[in-house]
């Protein structure tokens, strides 16, 4: 049975930054593309990141975070961390990982194609 476990959520001041952590058990994160995703209260869910598995390791970033977030992978760890600078006020969602059975994030891996499994995710809220 494939878990994720996002962690790392919280309240932080614009311009702050945090970390998150996707932990999966059940599946092994470098063999798979793995990614992150967020919804805003009323909003549809957005794709944020996606990273390949180490076939390639590509990475793919939403333009909204292009130059302040940055996804990567410990492969000891079996985890995936979203490290998120420069947070604004839009960055205000919950925040989930996902990840599947595709070696390369789809082509329309913002749609979730390609993500069968689903953390439960963690709250980030960027308010002074």
């Known amino acids: 049975q494939v878990q994720l476990v996002e962690s790392g959520g919280g309240l932080v001041r614009p311009g702050g930054s945090l970390r998150l952590s996707c932990e999966a058990s059940?599946?092994?994160?470098?063999?798979?593309?793995t990614a992150w995703f967020r919804q805003a209260p009323g909003k549809e869910r957005e794709g944020v990141s996606c990273?390949?598995?180490?076939?390639?390791?590509?990475?793919y970033y939403a333009d909204s975070v292009k130059g302040r977030f940055t996804i990567s992978r410990d492969n000891v760890k079996n985890t995936v961390y979203l490290q998120m600078n420069s947070l604004k006020a839009e960055d205000t969602a919950d925040y989930y990982c996902?990840?599947?059975?595709?070696?390369?994030?789809?082509?329309?891996?913002?749609?979730?194609?390609?993500?069968?499994?689903w953390g439960k995710g963690t709250p980030v809220t960027v308010s002074s």
């Open positions: 990273i390949s598995s180490s076939l390639d390791g590509a990475i």
């Open positions: 996902a990840t599947g059975s595709h070696y390369f994030c789809d082509f329309s891996w913002t749609l979730g194609y390609g993500m069968d499994f």
């Open positions: 059940g599946r092994t994160l470098e063999l798979s593309a």
